[in-house]
């Protein structure tokens, strides 16, 4: 009898630890049958896909088992009678934008989604249910799931300026972005340390200006410099297969150009744009620019025609609605030094900097616009009155964010503290980072809309971003080390419920994610695994 009790609690202990579900983000529903059979995924199984628009989601999914299980699958718009995986269309399954409904019994996994991107979410948290060691034979749970996303801007950054990421990286870090289910990657091109996008009609931005001549070693101010020649860019075509590759995950490329400050690269190579145009710019080799060096456009119209020429190949380029502007950190110091931004001012009747910011911003707004897009700034674009259509992405703090909501403007919450992945993840870091502490409980439980907003003002938060900047990732390694796990606390914040937010049940299911993370070779920090 005491053998047979043994039998049985052991055996409904294996049911419920092979069906225990450890999905990143936390879906809005999820159930998991210990009475039904799970589904095994092998070689004879198919993938229909009867509206061909989901063959997309179909070739990701193959993609997937190809790489990490060596399986690969037929892919056809025929049903067989069972061990198949079905993707669905159907704008029925759910009131929600991007939802999808995921079902497995023993004869087949079922993926409805209300639209394309809702069944590639969908097929997400598949990828998420297959075991976490490469083998031929895929055992997936009974399970239900129903889920929605909860913020339509899901975002992550990269900085490619200070240090450079190739075509190869950048598509990986876009699959990193889709498995965590977000759907806008926010591509910092152009900053003082280098300009990474060809244009056409200025080459000496990327025979000049995607160059330095060394780079500061150490944490800044730091205690040298290496003096090696360091830059890169991305030729057009290279660009135009980015964004193709992210497009087909779902996911908006939002190309960033900086204006009026950040502009040390572009300087550089034409200096007769900025306010002091017979000094010699170079392209920054030290980090800490703001307020130290003269990197600020002088507002006149030949830079305006300059912007403008530039934004015109970057618009052709990004289907995106939102081209980002940049607007921070521009020193008025510098204006207010010029004899020329002083004489603009007066022709304007501006009276102060601050209000010359805005006229710069405006004005580039407006030919923004007059191409049928919208711009993105820095919180700084709220400085001397916001643009009529401006997007604020607020970074110092949320104020800024919550300033632009009360206004009726939209607003990308990514305050530095909790949403800077290049700040130390622990007190004592294993490698160089910049010198401030953003650990993962801190990203996990911010919520990006404040209670100072009512219920009407809280609907202009778009939703949130993480931010990587590269002062001190020199390498794709050192990126996922600053990247993960953050990005799936992240990617909960933005996607699951407030109240399904649970910080200890997150760090259980992220231990299932550092297998994974193993399975497909992630750099993450060990630490996590001690406790």
């Given at each position: 009898m005491k053998n047979f009790i043994f039998l049985f609690l052991t055996t409904i202990f294996f049911k419920l630890s092979a069906q225990e579900i450890n999905i990143i983000p936390q879906p809005v529903y999820v159930k998991a049958d210990v009475n039904k059979n799970s589904f095994t995924i092998d070689e004879k199984t198919q993938i229909v896909v009867v509206d061909s628009s989901l063959v997309n989601s179909a070739n990701f999914l193959n993609d997937y088992f190809q790489r990490y299980y060596n399986l690969k699958l037929k892919i056809t718009n025929l049903t067989p009678s069972q061990n198949y995986i079905s993707?669905?269309?159907?704008?029925?399954?759910?009131?929600?934008?991007?939802?999808?409904?995921?079902?497995?019994?023993?004869?087949?996994?079922?993926?409805?989604?209300?639209?394309?991107?809702?069944?590639?979410?969908?097929?997400?948290?598949?990828?998420?249910?297959?075991?976490?060691?490469?083998?031929?034979?895929?055992?997936?749970?009974?399970?239900?799931?129903?889920?929605?996303?909860?913020?339509?801007?899901?975002?992550?950054h990269l900085d490619v300026s200070r240090h450079f990421f190739d075509v190869e990286f950048v598509k990986q870090y876009i699959d990193y972005l889709a498995l965590h289910k977000m759907n806008y990657f926010h591509w910092h091109l152009t900053d003082d340390h280098g300009w990474r996008i060809e244009i056409k009609k200025y080459p000496k931005l990327t025979e000049i200006g995607a160059w330095r001549n060394?780079?500061?070693?150490?944490?800044?101010?730091?205690?040298?410099?290496?003096?090696?020649?360091?830059?890169?860019?991305?030729?057009?075509?290279?660009?135009?297969?980015?964004?193709?590759?992210?497009?087909?995950?779902?996911?908006?490329?939002?190309?960033?150009?900086?204006?009026?400050?950040?502009?040390?690269?572009?300087?550089?190579s034409y200096p007769e744009l900025g306010t002091e145009p017979n000094k010699k710019y170079e392209v920054a080799q030290t980090w800490g620019i703001f307020n130290k060096f003269n990197n600020v456009l002088q507002p006149k119209d030949t830079t305006f025609k300059f912007l403008e020429n530039v934004l015109i190949e970057v618009m052709d380029l990004f289907p995106s609605q939102y081209i980002h502007i940049g607007g921070d950190e521009a020193a008025k110091t510098w204006w207010k030094q010029s004899d020329v931004s002083q004489q603009i001012m007066k022709a304007n009747d501006l009276k102060t900097e601050s209000e010359l910011q805005s006229y710069f911003i405006r004005r580039m707004e407006k030919f923004v616009n007059s191409k049928g897009k919208t711009i993105i700034g820095w919180n700084e674009i709220l400085q001397?009155?916001?643009?009529?259509?401006?997007?604020?992405?607020?970074?110092?703090?949320d104020k800024g964010g919550i300033e632009a909501a009360k206004q009726n403007h939209k607003a990308i919450m990514t305050p530095e503290m909790k949403m800077y992945f290049n700040h130390a993840q622990f007190s004592k870091?294993?490698?160089?980072?910049?010198?401030?502490?953003?650990?993962?409980?801190?990203?996990?439980?911010?919520?990006?809309?404040?209670?100072?907003?009512?219920?009407?003002?809280?609907?202009?938060?778009?939703?949130?971003?993480?931010?990587?900047?590269?002062?001190?990732?020199?390498?794709?390694?050192k990126a996922e080390y600053m990247l993960f796990p953050r990005l799936d606390a992240l990617s909960e914040v933005l996607w699951?419920?407030?109240?399904?937010?649970?910080?200890?049940?997150?760090?259980?299911?992220?231990?299932?994610?550092?297998?994974?993370?193993?399975?497909?070779?992630?750099?993450y920090s060990k630490k996590y695994l001690e406790n």
């Open positions: 993707l669905i269309l159907n704008t029925r399954v759910s009131e929600f934008e991007d939802a999808y409904i995921l079902n497995t019994l023993d004869s087949e996994i079922s993926i409805s989604g209300t639209s394309k991107p809702g069944v590639f979410y969908g097929v997400q948290s598949l990828i998420q249910l297959l075991p976490t060691s490469s083998t031929n034979s895929l055992t997936i749970p009974s399970v239900n799931i129903v889920d929605h996303p909860r913020f339509d801007y899901r975002g992550m060394g780079s500061i070693i150490g944490l800044y101010p730091g205690i040298g410099n290496d003096s090696i020649r360091y830059g890169g860019f991305y030729t057009q075509e290279q660009i135009k297969d980015v964004i193709d590759y992210a497009l087909k995950r779902y996911i908006t490329i939002i190309p960033e150009i900086e204006m009026p400050a950040h502009n040390l690269a572009v300087l550089a001397g009155g916001l643009a009529p259509n401006a997007v604020v992405m607020s970074w110092q703090g870091e294993d490698s160089l980072t910049a010198n401030k502490f953003s650990p993962l409980i801190d990203v996990y439980n911010y919520e990006p809309i404040s209670t100072e907003l009512n219920a009407e003002q809280a609907k202009y938060i778009w939703g949130a971003q993480g931010c990587l900047w590269s002062e001190y990732i020199t390498n794709p390694a699951s419920p407030k109240d399904k937010r649970n910080y200890p049940d997150f760090l259980k299911r992220l231990k299932t994610q550092f297998k994974r993370y193993d399975l497909m070779g992630i750099t």
